[in-house]
């Protein structure tokens, strides 16, 4: 460890290779060679950057290369067994543990670490249950004793015992944990959708639905179980909790959802208004309610990360929104440039008087995004008259033909850029 510290990179390897636990020593010196490349830069300078990064590498194919020998030679039980042990030094600590808390995929990615995680996942069972075969299964547990899921584990011949049995294995196996939650989540969001549809809004008779139905008192208790787990998560964590990503948007998502429940429901105070709820927080309420729902269904692609199908795609799609960010960058200047320019061909300073500003701003993204579909808008903006976007001050003169011969060549040039940008 201090051979590693010091960056001595020959040091550090003669010293390891007398270890006499060479796997967790190498883990060991990858972990701490992470938590130090992520130091700042005032305490790690580029050079010693490039050392830290070598070793790293270097000390996790050294670990790759014992644990390949080792498969090898004494076969898949006795490198699981030694996977699963603890390392006496750091006793709350597996292979497992420290090879995902340095972040060590190469050596995670080996065939008996990944034999050992999929023993893991399934924890009894000999296959994967279908989120179908799950669902049917906790509604009527008896289908246990069925041939619905096959269990690895041994069999009793009692049939309550083995019930018992194939119970214990069922609902303390991940990958049924991981099915049972995606479930439950569907459902839930599904019923504060319906929830917020029907029973968050107006009567046919035009009053606010004030009544606190069933399907509210539901949705209020379903709501406040998945905020008390987050804010368990924000306790036991601390600050930690907001380096991850779905946390944060764990947090907006649940914020704009309570904020939103309460604008819906403050009360008036007024006995003689039917409506019962103060009119303008009431209508934002909805807003609100709106918008964290479309974060609760994207709230699922977290879910489909511990997939072993979807996964890999959601990564991918994730690092492709990484790379897209600069294009989308570069597009949204060239399409704000030219939705100005339409502005100033086809307005007078006259124009801009207080009741046409707000229309008139709205037309530099309107017309530059909607022609991006393939809406051209070719009648308004050859227009010599008012348009919708941009209107004329009273007693304006129209447009001169100077002006709707320049937009539509400055349509052409932005059309022709996005088919190439696109």
Known sequence: TWAALCLHVEIAEYMWSNTQEPIRAALFVVMLM?????????????????SVERIQTRFEELAIHILQGLHNSYGRDVIEKALRSQWTRMSDMTYIDMAFNSVSKDFVAEAPCQELQNRRWKDGLAEEPGIWKVILILLCPLLLLTDMIMFNKKEFPNIF????????????????????EIASYCFYIAFQTYT?????????????????????????VWFAGYLLEEMAQLYEEGWRWLSNVWNKLDLIMYSLNLIGIILTNIPDGDDS??????????????????????????????LFIAHKYLGPTVLMVRKMAQDFQVFLLMFLMVAIAFGIGYTVVLTDPADFIPENQNTILAGVFFYTFFQMYGELFVDDLNSATETQYFPRATGAADRVPVRRVTVTIMVGVYMAIVVLML
């Open 34 to 50: 992470r938590k130090l490349g992520k130091l700042n830069k005032v305490l790690v300078t580029s050079t010693e950057r490039a």
């Open 161 to 180: 015992r083995r019930f018992v049995k194939r119970f214990q294995v069922f609902q303390t196996s991940p990958s049924v944990k991981f099915l049972v």
């Open 196 to 220: 917020i549809i029907k029973h968050v809004g107006k009567t046919e008779s035009g009053d606010h639905n004030c009544s606190c139905s069933g399907y509210k008192a539901v949705w209020f």
């Open 273 to 302: 208004n039917p409506n019962c709820y103060v009119e303008e927080p009431y209508q934002w309420g909805r807003v609100i309610l709106a918008c964290s729902s479309i974060l609760f269904f994207l709230r699922i692609l977290h």
